[in-house]
């Protein structure tokens, strides 16, 4: 059996490494390493996939939601709404402009954010929702986009663990997570669905003054170069990244029907196991499973995580303290909010590997081993 991981992006690799190594090549050969011919045809070409107007790339996707927060004006003492349930870095931006984080409850079906629960959290200090679209699978966008409409509110998406996931609405018509906020926000991290060989990030949007906007704080706010209008960051995808990730594009739609496949086999392999909850997929949404993320019934978690690794099957708990409950947010008054489903379910949710590269041997064996333990 080939080695069990997490992710496997170096068999990824070895599959497309003529056409990668020539295009970075290429890349060195220009010299032209920051921006760029190749870097603006990646724009343009992810712009296109992903039916928004407007891509401007930028570092990795902390950055893409830091210059979204101040494309939007926001200022401090302003609120964010959010869930906790989620990777840090979609709430530490805010409070590194000193915008206070209102965590709410997520779906516990879904992990995503409960669009009731927005609706119950906004005030008039609120000035952006930023849903997470986690683990691959879509927040309910139709209504968030409805509750932010009529609360005049601006949505962030923070679509780093779903780029390519389709939302269906009501009437039909699909979109992709990330083209359906305001702003769109993803990450290239070397395991994201679309991953760089290093770091990068995307912001997306349909609007010509916000894209605007993104571009300039994303290049120290200049609107000309030396003209500096407001203050920016120094935040870019280098052009050899973007080399790769434009031939990683052409084969998205690829990785994501292996990733789904994968989970198919989980799915058959736990249905109807009462111990085990598998990740819930509805019909007006793609889950793109960036993670296979099962919730435990009645299992102590630890000692199948331990389990599991004596017996080399790599796992996760993803993630281990919600975002309320960090250090970081005592002086934003985290540990005030009282999320009982978000720590219900920081407290069952375990990881199985998945990624584009895996056989059923491989997740056989890893089947195997989570059944006996749950089972016995
Ligand atoms: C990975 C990730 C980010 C941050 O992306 P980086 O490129 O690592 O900065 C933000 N939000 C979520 C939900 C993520 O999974």
Known sequence: MRPLQMVDTKTQYQKIKPEVDAAVLAVMES???????????????????????????????????QIALMALGLQPGDE??????????????AALLNIKPVFVEV????????????????????????????????????????IAAKHNLPVIEDNAQAIGCDFTFRDGSVKKTGSIGHIGCTSFYPSKNLGAFGDGGAMFTNDDELAAALRMIASHGQSKRYYHDVVGCNSRLDAIQAAILDIKLTHLDEYIAARRKAADFYDRAFADNKFITVPFRDGNNKHVFHQYTLILNDIDRDALNQFLTDNGVPNMIYYPVPAHKQKMFDAFGGSSFELPLTDWLTERVISLPIHTELDEEQQGFI????????NT
């Open 367 to 374: 089947v195997s081993k989570v059944l006996e333990f749950v």
């Open 107 to 146: 779906d516990p079906k879904t992990f995503c954010i409960d669009p009731e629960a927005i609706e119950k959290a906004i005030t008039e200090k609120t000035k952006a929702i930023i849903p997470v679209h986690l683990y691959g699978q879509a927040a309910d966008m139709e209504k968030i986009m409805a």
């Open 80 to 93: 964010i709404i959010t869930p906790s349930f989620t990777y840090i870095a979609t709430v530490e931006v």
């Open 31 to 65: 010299s032209m390493f920051i921006g760029g011919k190749v870097v603006t045809e990646f724009a343009e070409n992810l712009a296109r996939y992903h039916g928004s107007k407007h891509c401007i790339p930028c570092a990795n996707g902390t950055d893409a939601l």
